[in-house]
Structure formats: C-alpha cells, structure tokens
C-alpha cells in the first residue's frame, strides 16, 4: 500500500508538478483576501437577516471569458473549456437556482496576464479589460504562485474583483465552482489557515491554539460552540485546519483542544480536495451565496436577462464534404451540416497535421475561401451550442481531402467583377447586384437560403457586355444568411449576403 503512494505521488511529481505544489495553495487566495471574503459574507448575512427570497425562481448570472495569449498570440485556451466550465458551473449550482450564460468570449494578447496575473502589470492589465456587466473570468497559462484558480477581492458594483483560472484547470468540476462561492463570498472551510496548513511540528495535536494562523480568526471548535465566529463562519461546516490532498483523503488524526477528532469535510467545493467523485455545498454556505447574489455589491451580475437555455441532445449530423472526400480544389470550399435543434453557434474543428484551423460560427455552414492547402487531408468536426448550454457533444470527426484546383465553382469567365450591395441588407430593401463583363450572356439568378430553398429568383437575365447591375427584393423574406446565386452556361457565380432585420 504504501509502495502504491509512493509510486502515484512519483507519477504526480513527474507527469503535473503544478497539481502537487497546489495541494500547498490551491487557490491564489490571500489571507487578506480571504478575511475580506468573510467579511462580505458576515456583512450580507447582517443585512439579510429578515430577507425571504422567492423559491424556483432561477436567477441567469452573465459571464465573460478572457481567453488571454502570450504577447505573440500563442498559448490561448480554447472556447471549449469555457463551455465544459459553463456546463459544470451549470450543474453544480443548478440546486442554488443559479445558472450561468456566456455573454461573451473575448480575446487578449498579453503576456503579463499570461503568466502573471498576481503581479503589478498583469492585476493593472486585468482591472484596465474589466466590464462591470458580468462575472470576468481570465482564462490564463499560469494563475501564479502555483495555484489553479483564483477570486481577486474587493467586492462592490465597481470594486475590481474578478476571477483568475489557469486554463488546464477549466475543465476541472471543482475549481471554477470553487472560485465563484469566493464571489459569493463564501471563505474555505478551513478560513484562516490559507498560508500555514496544520503541521504536528508547528501547531501540535491537539491544537490548542485560539487563533488561527492569519493571526485574526478563530480556530474553529469540534463541538460547533464557537462556529458562526470563527473558521468560514458557517455551523453546518465542521472544523478543518487545512489538510489538503490530491485524492479527496483525510486520514490525519488531528484534535482541538477538546481532544475532540476532527472530521473536515473533504468533499466540500470550498476545502483543497481533488480527486472527489462529487462535491457539495452545505445549506448555511448556500444561504450566503443567495444572499450574495442579492446584494447590492452583485447587482451587475443580475441583469434580468434570459438566456436561451435549451438542452442540446442531437450531435450535429456533418453533410458535405463526405467522408473520404477528394475534392478537386482547395478554394471556396464549403462544410455543411444539419442545424441541430437548441444550437446559436457551432465550434468547427479542422485538423490537418499539426495545422489547427478552429471558427466559431451561427450558421450551420462555413465557407474556406483561401485557408485551406491543396493536396491535403482535412479531420473535421462541428460542436453545437447556445449561451448557457456547453455540455453538448462533437460530431463524429470525418474527412476530406482537397486538390490543386482554385474553386470550388467554376466561374463565369466572361465576368470580371461581381457584387452585392449593401450586404448586410435590411429585410425589405433591395439588394443591389453589379456586373462587370467582357461579353453579352444570359443568367438566371437566385437567392437562396442556407438550406437551399429558392426564396426569390431573376429568370434569364440577359446581361450585356460592360457594366450591368439589377436589383433583386428581399420583401417577405426572414433574416438570415443566404446566397446570390448567379447561374449561366458558362458557369456559376455565387456571394453570400446577410438579411438582417
Ligand atoms: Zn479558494
């Protein structure tokens, strides 16, 4: 058995060196930042002493991702940890009639932030991309002094606080779930004791102690006399000195002053505990975080807004190219795929080699106009979502490979320009389509939506040499994406247009 320890804490060390420090200091949470956590919680619990809040009423709380590169713009984490995070947050507050939604993703190359959010530069950085209007959340390489994730107190509707995250970790079920009960205001379990964790050489057993390391909170009692002054403030979560451990254990066996055993919760979200199968927050600490959402500090995280929530079960079905495809260009190439019900935008995935090519779109096509290489074998694969569902799945992965030829289309050589004004074009107007051509030919001209239906049509339009433009009607059409698609003997022409409303 201990042979076996041994050997899983040589593997820790060897493969994650950083998950092993964090067993150290989980989060980058200060003991001064932690007693400004307490105080917010014993402030609002105050204040809310005769508060009733309506049951099933779900509150939507907006959060915006930094997804922070290096100065060069390498090392960005992806849109699709972000939505595994949105789908655990979702999970794991769900009985706290709390669900979360992404207002936006936004991208920043900074290499302070980067790799030190803690320092001067990075936390400057940081307060300068803050927008008070959701919870920030910066998604980064390093979140410094070794720790996975952390909450940047003070509190208040323009107090600079955000949450910092290391992107390996925004997969994790706990640690974003973590961070946001230190945004509303919930301390760890084991509050006070963040920067010195029980050691038998510094603080005995049994711990006499009356306070805890911080030097300003009280240490906790097995018996609950002392439990709403003193560690997190909270009755319902037992007395812990901070034990932490990779495997979700506690097997010192430490005592209080009353030599009474402690019994720490080592599933809690707010302990040092990887490695639980599941976590869970206790009554008293989900009654502070109601209480924190209400209160006037997160009144800009309470927009009243209601996201579109529905579940997504379909995969997206991928249609064109097919499997094995050989295309004979490379130019123009368009993926398509079935719209799949609940979806506002799809993540599209190329892989060829070690080229990643990666968009985000709220069509269920997209068209490569000049990215892709000739000659080359493309894996793609499309995920759907919407903004506050991210636990959807991929496609299956399928692949095409491309050839040397330019277009996907073959053009209408005679015409050397073509164009559509305006684009967008509002739902009613009049699309305008201008022509350049070195000869007289006829053409039937169409504009079609995304699934192929001809909304509207021009038959053999006789266009003459030189300079030709018509109009085409966008009345009692829905907005959307399209195509003006231009058809004659000699070839296709085709654009895309947007019909807004
Ligand atoms: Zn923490």
């Not at 809310?48 to 915006?64: C, E, K, S």
């Not at 060069?72 to 655990?88: K, P, Y």
């Not at 799809?346 to 000049?370: A, H, M």
Request: aromatic residues 12%; hydrophobic residues 35%; charged residues 20%.
């Amino acid at each position: 058995m201990k042979n076996n320890f041994s050997f899983l804490t040589f593997l820790l060390l060897f493969l994650t060196p950083t998950l092993f420090s964090q067993q150290q200091f989980s989060c980058g949470m200060s003991s001064t930042d932690c007693k400004e956590v307490m105080a917010e919680m014993l402030k609002n619990r105050e204040e809310m002493r005769d508060q009733n809040f309506d049951r099933g009423a779900i509150t939507y709380v907006p959060l915006r991702f930094f997804l922070v590169a290096d100065l060069d713009g390498s090392g960005r984490g992806t849109e699709r940890s972000c939505l595994t995070a949105l789908c655990n947050l979702n999970n794991n507050y769900a009985e706290q009639e709390i669900q979360f939604y992404i207002k936006e993703f936004k991208y920043i190359d900074n290499g302070s932030i980067y790799d030190s959010p803690m320092g001067f530069s990075g936390s400057n950085a940081i307060a300068n991309a803050m927008i008070y209007d959701a919870i920030n959340i910066f998604v980064v390489q390093d979140a410094g002094g070794g720790a996975a994730a952390y909450f940047q107190p003070p509190y208040g509707p323009n107090g600079n606080d955000w949450v910092v995250c290391a992107k390996q970790y925004m997969t994790d079920t706990r640690v974003l779930t973590h961070e946001l009960g230190h945004f509303f205001s919930l301390a760890h379990t084991f509050n006070g004791w963040e920067e010195e964790q029980w050691d038998i050489a510094k603080h005995g057993n049994p711990v006499t102690q009356f306070w805890a390391p911080d030097g300003s909170t009280r240490v906790e009692l097995v018996d609950g006399s002392n439990c709403s002054n003193s560690g997190d403030g909270f009755c319902d979560t037992p007395a812990d000195y901070l034990f932490p451990s990779g495997n979700c254990s506690y097997t010192d066996q430490v005592r209080d002053k009353n030599s009474e055993l402690l019994e720490p919760q080592v599933d809690n979200y707010m302990n040092y505990h990887f490695g639980c199968s599941e976590y869970f927050y206790t009554d008293d600490q989900k009654a502070a975080v109601k209480n924190s959402l209400n209160s006037f500090n997160r009144n800009y995280v309470r927009p009243g807004f209601t996201p579109v929530t529905t579940e997504i079960t379909d995969k997206p079905t991928l249609i064109s190219p097919e499997n094995d495809e050989q295309l004979d260009y490379h130019e123009n190439v368009y993926l398509t795929w079935e719209p799949v019900e609940g979806a506002q935008y799809y993540i599209v995935d190329l892989l060829s080699g070690t080229t990643k090519i990666k968009r985000i779109v709220d069509t269920n096509f997209i068209l490569f106009e000049d990215e892709l290489q000739p000659d080359k074998s493309y894996l793609w694969k499309v995920m759907p979502f919407n903004e506050s569902y991210g636990c959807a799945q991929f496609s299956s992965t399928i692949k095409f490979r491309t050839g040397e030829g330019f277009n996907s289309i073959q053009e209408i050589t005679e015409v050397s320009e073509f164009s559509i004004l305006p684009n967008p074009v509002q739902a009613g107007s009049n699309i305008n389509i201008s022509i350049s051509a070195d000869e007289n030919f006829d053409a039937t001209i169409f504009l079609v939506s995304m699934t192929g239906q001809i909304v509207n049509s021009i038959q053999n339009y006789q266009f003459q040499k030189g300079n030709a433009s018509l109009e085409l009607s966008t009345s009692n059409i829905p907005s959307g994406v399209y195509f003006v698609n231009i058809q004659s003997e000699k070839g296709v022409l085709n654009k895309k247009i947007i019909v807004s409303k």
